[in-house]
Antibody, heavy 118, light 107 residues
Framework: EVKLVESGGGLVQPGGSLRLSCATSGFTFTDYYMSWVRQPPGKALEWLGFIRNKANGYTTEYSASVKGRFTISRDNSQSILYLQMNTLRAEDSATYYC?????????WGQGTTLTVSS | DIQMTQSSSYLSVSLGGRVTITCKASDHINNWLAWYQQKPGNAPRLLISGATSLETGVPSRFSGSGSGKDYTLSITSLQTEDVATYYCQQYWSTPYTFGGGTKLEIK
């Protein structure tokens, strides 16, 4: 059974940093692109970026809204996906989902919530 | 970036009725389009990929169509459990982008 479990959300002050984790199981982690998607309360989904699989060199792509502030990485030995978030703003407050990419996103985590507020 | 526009943010349809949700891309996306269903408090669920391919376990009353820039999700014989918000997403080119969502309710 494929499982994606996010952790690390919480309350952060503007300008602060936080790292989210996504523990995965039930599939060969290195075979897949892995993504982060967020959703502010009551708003639409926003794709943040992905990290490619082993065959494609684990390179990354980002949306313009987070490029330069957020970094996606992966620990392939432990099948964990990370999202390092720096210089956080109030508009980064959202539920953050870890996701497995195939043709579209076929598996999602349950989400972890980030609130950026003083 | 490719923009995805769902023209209806809200639809109200009778039980047993048929609903069509549209999604328009700002550029051709060669059928690299997915549809998701999201119920309140839950993560999205992939319904359709490749514009027309129904995912395993998704009821056959859901179907997808379209080509080029214009795509459609159809639901026939609407059930109460279909009340949700539906999103399209293009994965033709990065950044992958979602539509703004269409909230479906029972009339």
């Amino acid at each position: 059974e494929v499982k994606l479990v996010e952790s690390g959300g919480g309350l952060v002050q503007p300008g602060g940093s936080l790292r989210l984790s996504c523990a995965t199981s039930g599939f060969t982690f290195t075979d897949y692109y892995m993504s982060w998607v967020r959703q502010p309360p009551g708003k639409a989904l926003e794709w943040l970026g992905f990290i490619r699989n082993k065959a494609n060199g684990y390179t990354t792509e980002y949306s313009a809204s987070v490029k330069g502030r957020f970094t996606i990485s992966r620990d392939n030995s432990q099948s964990i996906l990370y999202l390092q978030m720096n210089t956080l703003r109030a508009e980064d407050s959202a539920t953050y989902y870890c996701a497995r990419e195939l043709t579209g996103i076929d598996y999602w985590g349950q989400g972890t919530t980030l609130t950026v507020s003083s | 970036d490719i923009q995805m526009t769902q023209s209806s943010s809200y639809l109200s349809v009778s039980l047993g009725g048929r609903v069509t949700i549209t999604c328009k891309a700002s550029d051709h996306i060669n059928n690299w389009l997915a549809w998701y269903q999201q119920k309140p408090g839950n993560a999205p669920r992939l319904l359709i990929s490749g514009a027309t391919s129904l995912e395993t376990g998704v009821p056959s009353r859901f179907s997808g169509s379209g080509s080029g820039k214009d795509y459609t999700l159809s639901i026939t014989s609407l059930q109460t459990e279909d009340v949700a918000t539906y999103y399209c997403q293009q994965y033709w080119s990065t950044p992958y982008t979602f539509g703004g969502g269409t909230k479906l309710e029972i009339k």
